[in-house]
């Protein structure tokens, strides 16, 4: 074994890049960085076009909402439209009583933290679990769970996607261990293109001095696959529903 | 894989006369291309060639400068806390992977789709090594199931019938046959989801890797991407070096691209950015992040000037889907893990061209390939670049060509210089052939050798008397009718 591991050695990445640079037919180290524009912008350029596409965003916000709405029919979500944060209860309530489900997980975004979904949704007899400060055990309670129930970080109208960032409060399996996957959207989060939350995102790795998340997820429908005589089933590892509750009170401001 | 692509003409004989085989390409072949016309119509053909446009623009330039963005790419990557392989040979990236295994004492692998992990064989590695590699993509565990290779590079099992699938598990995981695609599709999530619970590291492909921020980008519908990359302590993502674009603003363009390309999907179910182990404070997530950047032949590719725009490929199968001769043979008739158009260029180059000699032939040139791709690699192109120097040899093939074609070559050569040795020729060839001609044809031509060229063509006949013959005739003709005109005016 000892000798195995003496006898194989990785290229470095020297010795590879300089490799890649003589097939190239390049000599030595580049003085410059090719240029491409989207490398290009500098943090207060980013800022300029972020600040610009807010204001897009901001100027179009029932658009935005009817165009989400309508891509994530096609897509495949199960989409609502609800006016009060307490709908949320009503719905998610309905949707355990119509699957006969007693167990949901959820995350913390801010969207559900505000509501009291544990004590109001026991009531029901619907054991309701922030997936948290769990450790190991977490992924078990997720995958025994009917129902997995998260807010978002942004929407994208134009795929019908729902972006999600895990970090402190937000696992990364409850919107994909569970069955039924439940995702509550504001309005506020909805942005136009997948240029925009590219926008957003290179701005956020300026501004942390070059880092990203390490992870970010984009869900835009329940989990598919058509691997069997090219023939569509929707639910494979993933959820087989999705529901998209888009929320746009203005009673909150 | 073991490249079986020296057998091309065997294998396509086989699967043309494989009834299975036939019905499930006659089945699938269209849907492939109508879901991608319809996901066209939906954006417009004049966006689409747009995005194809620009893509075809953003590969381009990656490649011409791949240095600085591999470079950039693993420096950003090792910032985020993640850690670097580089692997020029199969052996290099199975060393590498193994030996990460044994010494974080890995007992069980689950794996979302990697076509360079098929590349390099590396589940028989890992199961030489004492370790379990699960397929957790249905249709790449089927055939795991099945001890295939991947029939087609998006739908690896889609020769596979559901009565197939459904003996298949029934005969190797003992469940009842079901039959129904839904139920089977069931019976590989209960079988999976233990497996994605419990193991000790999750390996993936990469569908692109931005330089900028370091980000690895997964596309899948099943949801096993996110589940191989977000429960194992470890996440080993393997991507072949030419995956590389520089910036996330990029992905825009190729996230438009390879779903309907590929599947006529607006968008996958799932796309997974990966940028580095978990945090500290994250709830969940692997706390080591690997990345295997793999050369394995590509570099000759990339340094070949008329073959370097093949490492533009996004690999979406699209030209699969519309290539006649696919659509005809299927893709275990190419013998290696990249068949149709695009694997007609890269499986020669990456296995040694001699080993695959025929494929490039695989090809009618009708270009349809070349319409069809989203990023406009010009594959005829290529493929006509690698017959040249299959025919003539050049310092990186040698000439490959049967003996009778060169003599036959060579006395068409010396013939047709010379009108003498043409009208002797034309004579004694309307002479011979009076046996085998028929109504001004020649059908059935049984003559060894020339059968490489009668067994699927009939020929015209050649005219017992040239053309040059009879147009002197008909131009004495002419000039008597003209003189005979002009006499009664006169």
């Known amino acids: 074994m000892a000798d195995e591991r003496r006898s194989f050695r990785e290229p470095s990445l020297e010795e590879f890049i300089s490799a890649v640079r003589g097939h190239l037919g390049i000599a030595g180290p580049r003085r410059q960085p090719p240029e491409h524009a989207p490398l290009q912008q500098s943090l207060a350029a980013q800022q300029q076009k972020v600040t610009a596409i807010q204001e897009r965003l901001a100027a179009k916000r029932g658009e935005l909402v009817e165009r989400l709405e309508a891509k994530a029919r096609l897509q495949g979500w199960q989409v609502s439209r609800l006016y009060t944060e307490t709908d949320i209860y009503y719905y998610v309530a309905e949707l355990t009583a119509a699957l006969d489900a007693t167990a949901v ?7 559900l933290r505000r509501l009291n979904l544990e004590e109001v949704l026991a009531q029901e007899g619907i054991a309701v679990t922030l997936l948290a400060d769990g450790g ?23 795929t019908a996607t729902c972006v999600l960032l895990p970090r402190r409060g937000v696992s990364r399996t409850v919107h994909v261990l569970p069955p039924v996957y439940v995702a509550v959207v504001e309005a506020q989060q909805i942005v136009e293109t997948l240029e925009d939350i590219f926008a957003l995102r290179r ?30 089933v929707i639910g494979a590892h993933g959820p087989r529903e999705a529901h998209m509750l888009i929320l746009n009170d203005t009673t909150h401001g | 894989m073991e490249a079986r692509t020296a057998q091309f003409k065997e294998r396509s004989r086989q699967a043309l006369s ?6 499930a390409l006659n089945r699938v072949m269209h849907h492939f291309d109508e879901a991608r016309q319809a996901a066209i119509q939906e954006i417009t053909p004049e966006v689409w060639e747009g995005l194809r446009e620009r893509g075809r623009l953003i ?13 950039l790419l693993a420096k950003q990557v090792t910032a985020n806390g993640g850690v670097v392989h580089f692997a020029s040979t199969v052996e290099d990236v199975r060393n590498i992977v193994v030996q990460l295994a044994r010494e974080r004492n890995v007992k069980t692998v689950v794996k979302s789709k990697s076509m360079v992990s098929e590349e390099v064989g590396l589940n028989h590695a890992l199961e030489a090594a004492g370790i379990e590699p699960v397929e957790t993509d249905l249709g790449e565990y089927i055939i795991q199931l099945a001890d295939e290779t991947p029939f087609h590079i998006v739908a690896p ?7 197939q699938v459904s003996d298949l598990f029934h005969d190797k ?6 039959y129904v695609i839904a139920e089977l599709a069931q019976t590989a999530r209960r079988r999976l989801r233990p497996k994605f619970l419990e193991a000790d590291m999750g390996i993936s492909g990469a569908n692109f890797a931005v330089a900028e921020t370091g980000t690895v980008v997964i596309v899948t519908n099943e949801g096993n991407g996110q589940l191989c990359t977000s429960l194992p302590p470890i996440h080993v993502a393997i991507m072949g070096m030419e995956k590389v674009v520089p910036a996330l603003e990029d992905m825009a363009v190729f996230l438009r691209l390879l779903p309907r390309a590929a599947t006529g999907q607006r968008i996958t179910t799932y796309t997974t950015f990966v940028s580095g182990p978990r945090r500290a404070d994250d709830e969940d997530g692997p706390e080591e992040f690997h990345l295997v950047i793999v050369d394995n032949g590509r570099s000759r590719l990339l340094r070949d000037a008329a073959l370097r725009e093949a490492l533009n490929c996004i690999r979406c199968g699209a030209c699969l889907n519309i290539c006649p001769i696919y659509r005809k043979v299927g893709g275990h008739a190419y013998g290696w893990v990249y068949p149709g158009p695009i694997g007609a260029i890269v499986s020669p180059v990456l296995v040694g061209v001699p ?91 049984n003559i060894p050798v020339l059968t490489n060229w009668t067994r699927r063509r009939d020929f015209p006949a050649l005219a017992s008397r040239p053309f040059r013959e009879r147009w002197k005739e008909l131009q004495r003709a002419r000039h008597q009718t003209q003189k005979m005109g002009e006499g009664h005016r006169g």
Not at chain 1, 211 to 220: A, H, I, K
Not at chain 2, 157 to 163: F, G, Q, R, T
Not at chain 2, 409 to 433: C, H, K, N, P
């Open chain 2, 59 to 71: 590969k381009q330039h990656t490649i011409a400068n791949l240095d600085y963005y591999l470079e």
């Open chain 2, 157 to 163: 099992a889609m020769h596979k019938s559901k009565e």
């Open chain 2, 173 to 178: 995981l003992g469940e009842p046959r079901r």
């Open chain 1, 203 to 232: 701005l956020e790795f300026l501004e942390n001095g070059g880092r990203l998340d390490p992870y970010m997820t984009f869900v835009s429908g329940p989990s598919r696959t058509a691997d069997i005589e090219q023939t569509i």
């Open chain 2, 355 to 445: 080993h695959a000699k025929d494929l490039p032939f695989a090809s009618t040139l009708c270009g349809a390939c070349r319409e069809v791709c989203p990023v406009k690699i010009n594959i005829p192109h290529m493929l006509l670049e690698l017959r040249g120097r299959l025919m003539e040899g050049d310092r990186h093939t040698e000439r490959n060509v049967s003996p009778w074609e060169k003599l036959l070559a060579q006395l068409w050569y010396i013939g047709v210089r010379d009108s003498r040795i043409m009208t002797v020729g034309q004579r004694l060839g309307a002479l011979l052939q009076a046996p085998l001609s028929r109504n001004g044809r020649l059908r059935n031509v």
């Open chain 2, 18 to 23: 494989d009834v299975q085989i036939q019905v």
């Open chain 1, 136 to 158: 190991e055990a977490m992924r078990y309670n997720a995958n025994m769970s009917d129902i997995g129930l998260t807010g978002v970080d942004y929407a994208i109208a134009e």
């Open chain 1, 105 to 111: 997980v959820r995350t913390d975004h801010p969207v």
